[in-house]
């Protein structure tokens, strides 16, 4: 078995001994925080101020344009209707059939009015947008009362592009000059007003249509479905809503901060959390042997050496450092734990500190030992410690019988000659 164990709850004593009134504070705070967040997630999340849609209106609007076919020629039949083109001929179809069409889109609506009003403008404009001249004339207008959700209303007018050229010459001509460009287009504007959603509402849409003339030909352009919506919001208060981290997060750190704080309190009145200083010394050598793990090997020495006068060094830390000031290494013995450096005429010693056995138990035979090493027929007293002449004895002799053992004979050489050459290795 190993120490370890004891090594880990020997470090988690002192720390509970030396902070455990930081420990508990913080154990509280975050049961504090914890009841905070409970308390304003789930008892009394108070409320936020958001805006909401009370109505909502969406009004649609587009042209549609055709010409007929009146003058005979070779291609199209008298009569025939040329439908959504970009080009129109204007000498065998010089009327264009212009529809405008609206309806809107609402989830109730009372009393609803649409009305379209639609004007042919004829202007003269610069480069950069300075209006020379101006002409308007209203050509259609469209009232209708009572409209429902989803019912078109429709505003139909006829341009003739003939007239329209000729009326362009002729203020060009009364003008004397046209110093832009002439530009013919018609306006509808569209209002729709009533009650949406029980709450007055009212929308206005403007669209344009271009007519282009070239001679033998006019171009239109239009919009397409020209869609405007008109929200009507107000401020409601409702309660506030917390994501899930918040919603679990808020009971965990309470659960955790209230177990932290009991469990640190039961600890620090029940058990005698203050370390002995055998376990102080145990810590401090377990310290110093991961420090200085790298100076430090493991194997065993010949008996020879154990021959020699020894001196015992207080801390692991002062035979590495004896060790480095001399020149040789520090060696662990595998099965004593005690570390040994060889100098000179003396073989310097460190015997660690046994972990604090508590309640009586018997020490693990393979912990490392210091004076009370265990030997095969040694016990802990009450102390944990084996008395130290008879674990000198039994340490001593063991180490005597493995030496004379541990080098067999090899090609002939008798065991005198191999005891002697291990001597030299040691010397």
Do not use: K
């Not at 913080?26 to 805006?51: F, M, N, Q």
């Not at 209002?191 to 206005?204: H, L, N, Q």
């Amino acid at each position: 078995m190993s120490s370890e164990p004891n090594e880990r709850r020997l470090r988690l004593r002192a720390v509970l001994n030396a902070q455990s009134a930081a420990i508990l504070a913080v154990c509280l705070l975050l049961a504090a925080a914890g009841a905070g967040l409970v308390y304003t997630t789930h008892v009394d999340p108070g409320t936020e101020t958001e805006r909401r849609t009370v109505s909502s209106l969406t009004v649609e609007s587009e042209y549609r344009h055709s010409a007929t076919v009146t003058e005979p020629n070779t291609v199209f039949e008298t009569g025939a209707v040329l439908d959504g083109r970009d080009t129109y001929f204007t000498r065998i179809a010089p009327e264009l059939d212009v529809n405008v069409t609206t309806s809107y889109a609402a989830s109730t609506a009372e009393n609803v009015t649409v009305q379209l009003d639609s004007a042919l403008v004829i202007r003269n404009v610069g480069d950069e947008g300075t209006v020379y001249w101006r002409e308007t004339e209203p050509i259609a207008s469209e009232t209708a009362a009572n409209v429902a959700p989803g019912e078109t209303v429709d505003a139909s007018f006829e341009l003739n592009s003939t007239a329209i050229d000729g009326r362009v010459a002729s203020i060009e001509e009364q003008l004397g000059a046209s110093p832009g460009e002439t530009e013919t287009f018609v306006t509808t504007e569209v209002a729709v007003d009533g009650s949406i959603g029980g709450v007055p509402t009212a929308s206005t849409q403007t669209l344009d249509m271009t007519v282009t003339h070239g001679g033998d030909t006019y171009s239109v352009s239009e919009p397409g479905v020209r869609s405007d919506t008109t929200e009507r919001t107000e401020s409601v208060s409702v309660e506030r809503e917390y994501g899930v981290l918040r919603s679990l997060g808020g009971p965990l750190l309470l659960l955790a901060g209230l177990v932290g704080a009991g469990g640190t309190a039961y600890a620090t009145r029940e058990f005698d959390l203050a370390l002995t200083p055998a376990e102080r010394a145990y810590l401090s050598y377990r310290d110093d042997r991961s420090e200085f793990a790298e100076w430090i090997t493991t194997f065993r020495l010949p008996a020879s050496v154990h021959e020699r006068p020894t001196a015992e060094a207080g801390s692991l830390r002062d035979l590495v450092d004896f060790a480095i000031d001399n020149d040789t290494g520090v060696v662990e013995d595998p099965e004593t734990g005690a570390f040994h450096a060889v100098a000179g005429e003396f073989v310097y010693t460190y015997r660690p500190p046994e972990p604090t056995v508590e309640d009586g138990d018997t020490a693990d035979e393979d912990t490392v030992g210091g004076e009370g090493a265990i030997g095969d027929e040694e016990t802990v007293d009450d102390a944990g410690a084996v008395g130290a002449a008879d674990s000198m004895t039994a340490m001593t002799e063991g180490a005597d019988s493995t030496a004379a053992g541990a080098a067999p004979a090899e090609d002939g050489d008798s065991p005198g000659d191999a005891a002697d050459s291990e001597d030299s290795a040691g010397d």
